[in-house]
């Protein structure tokens, strides 16, 4: 069995070949090997070496600190399993011999301790093979370095052959043999008789797992998307953040400081997750994400062309832990108008309720389900009910003219005037916005910043009965600047946090994305951010200053490895928390994706 390993990532399949037929094809177009010390192919010089001698006591996984090297080398290692039966024998025959030698081994110290040595360890062998259930195996390691000039691979050669002498590997430089090991590393399934006589090292099972080469988290789902590079090992990341196998829920958290590349990551898995027909849904209080958007055709909802919400609304999927319609949404609306009437007394509150249960019962609709439905003939037979569309909701204005009739609520008509014929009118009146793109921008960048809590609440409810539509279809909510939802309105936080819970039964995943990490853990001793967090099975921590640090660190079991990284990692890097795995990755995008996901002036 060979196990191969690559540094520079290419996709290597280790499939049975005929090696003479099919070599032509991976061999370069250039191939010099006149120089004993090394190869030339192509533009690289390659040197070869082969692993001769093991320490007897090998710690660990000893191979990371050789594969831990920013250096481009590949490793090729061979596994011949012995057949057990005849390897017990020849252990048996051995200890007779080494046990018969010893008692005449006297008068020769040194060679008295080694063959006391050989014999201890034969024993040892033999007991694993007959008692530990362990198999034996021959083991053989080649490798090439690669560099692009003959003087820096001379001094990689060098660095390797010290860190191996350091940790009891000895190696050799295959001098006039470099062509057969540079292919005996290659995943040729190649191993030259003449040359692995000589190298060959026995090891038990339990030795084998010293020669693990992954020394860091693996994390490649299969039905993912790619995420970037584990910064470890430069294996690639991908994660499917649907795979209930893997994941208790879908959700994510994106936090990082302004400019850590948090943004970048965000749109970079819009355009991923659009190629797989995931329904997706953002909301945009930067404007970041329309370029992209208008690339992959998706629909923007923009407020200054005549689009509107209706806050009155009661959709057809919007009930919800066994409350009736009217119930759920006078809820929500309670939500939304702490948000706009953010000091009202108890009473005020009472009254306001009664108007809003006045404004639904003037058009005939109650808290019996059955009045959200209106009945339609197709013939005189055939009779069927269809629900309530928007023109047959209440708007802001019926509600507006019932607390104008009274007084004592009378402060609260000044305060809705705005969302009655001001500039938040686009929440007054028929919803005309429709919802059938599998990508939707609600861009709000030109929303007043003391009324952007208020827009994102009402579209995040807004998605979030879309997203109920259909246990059966993907899709994802984006939350940018979340903490404007859950850090200062206990309502809203609720609402957020209760969604996060559950989203995942109506087949959808929620995104909370985040730089201001003081709001986001502000609200009742961080209970909220904390919550969104606990459900949040993947999360990606980019860059954050000292002090948003310390409250995250307050509030998750960071390791101070993983704090040092955070605070140091460089823009386009961050800690990936997915399930039980941590890594650090580098996002990774390609040029086309780079062109339209990037806000660099040189880019636009």
């Not at 209080?285 to 200054?304: A, H, M, Q, S, V």
């Not at 309502?491 to 039964?505: E, G, L, Y």
Request: aromatic share 12%; glycine share 6%; with cysteine.
């Amino acid at each position: 069995m060979q196990h191969f390993i690559q540094k520079n990532f290419n996709s290597i399949s280790n499939t049975d070949m005929n090696i003479e037929e099919d070599l032509y094809q991976v061999y370069p177009k250039n191939f010099e090997d006149v120089n004993p010390e090394f190869l030339k192919i192509d533009d690289k010089y390659v040197a070869n070496l082969i692993v001769t001698d093991y320490g007897k006591e090998m710690e660990g996984v000893f191979l990371d600190k050789i594969l831990s090297l920013e250096i481009d080398l590949q490793f090729s290692m061979f596994y011949e399993k012995q057949p057990t039966t005849e390897v017990i024998k020849k252990i048996t025959y051995n200890i007779g011999n080494t046990g018969a030698d010893m008692k005449t081994s006297n008068d020769n110290q040194t060679d008295a301790e080694i063959l006391s040595t050989s014999y201890y360890d034969a024993k040892y062998i033999r007991k694993q093979l007959q008692i530990g259930g362990e198999d034996l195996y021959y083991i053989y390691i080649y490798m090439s370095i690669y560099s692009n000039s003959k003087e820096k691979l001379i001094k990689d050669v060098q660095k390797i052959e010290g860190i191996a002498n350091g940790i009891g590997l000895k190696v050799r430089r295959a001098l006039f043999r470099q062509k057969s090991v540079f292919e005996m590393s290659m995943p040729l399934m190649k191993n030259e008789d003449d040359i692995k006589k000589y190298y060959k090292r026995n090891v038990l099972t339990s030795g084998i797992v010293g020669t693990y080469p992954f020394l860091s988290n693996e994390l490649c789902d299969e039905s993912g998307i790619l995420l970037g590079v584990n910064e470890f090992n430069k294996s690639i990341v991908m994660v499917d953040r649907f795979d209930s196998s893997k994941y208790k829920n879908s959700n994510m958290c994106i936090i990082g400081t302004s400019g850590s590349g948090k943004s970048y990551f965000s749109k970079l898995m819009i355009a991923r997750n659009r190629y797989l027909n995931v329904s997706q849904y953002v909301i945009d209080p930067e404007r970041e994400y329309i370029k992209l958007c208008n690339k992959l055709g998706g629909t923007i909802i923009n407020f200054d062309d005549g689009k509107i919400i209706n806050v009155m609304d009661i959709r057809e999927n919007s009930a919800e832990n066994g409350r009736g319609y009217l119930q759920n949404k006078i809820n929500k609306l309670n939500a939304f108008f702490s948000l706009v009437f953010p000091d009202l007394t108890q009473e005020e509150k009472n009254i306001l309720e009664e108007k809003i249960i006045e404004s639904y019962k003037e058009k005939e609709i109650t808290f019996d389900d059955e009045s959200l439905y209106t009945e339609v003939c197709g013939n005189q037979f055939i009779s069927s009910k269809r629900f309530k569309k928007s023109v047959d909701m209440p708007t802001l204005n019926d509600l507006y003219k019932l607390i104008k009739k009274d007084k004592k609520i009378k402060k609260l008509e000044k305060l809705l005037k705005p969302y009655i014929d001001g500039s938040m009118r686009f929440l007054n009146g028929y919803t005309n916005v429709e919802l059938s793109n599998q990508l939707i921008v609600a861009d709000i960048h030109d929303v007043e910043e003391n009324n952007l809590s208020i827009v994102m609440f009402v579209i995040t409810e807004f998605f979030w009965d879309k997203i109920k539509n259909s246990k059966s279809q993907k899709k994802i909510l984006y939350l940018d600047e979340v903490w404007r939802l859950i850090g200062n309105n206990e309502q809203t936080a609720n609402f957020v946090f209760k969604m996060f819970k559950t989203i995942r039964k109506y087949g959808g995943a929620a995104t909370a994305i985040t730089q201001d990490i003081n709001d986001f853990f502000s609200l009742d001793d961080g209970k909220y951010g904390k919550g969104i967090l606990n459900n949040s099975s993947i999360k990606t921590i980019f860059q954050l200053e000292e002090n948003d640090l310390n409250i995250l660190r307050k509030n998750m079991n960071l390791s101070e490895e993983e704090i040092y990284k955070i605070q140091n990692a460089k823009r386009g890097t961050c800690l990936l928390y997915a399930g039980s795995n941590h890594m650090y990755i580098k996002v990774e995008a390609s040029k086309k994706e780079h062109k339209y996901i990037s806000t660099d002036r040189e880019d636009n």
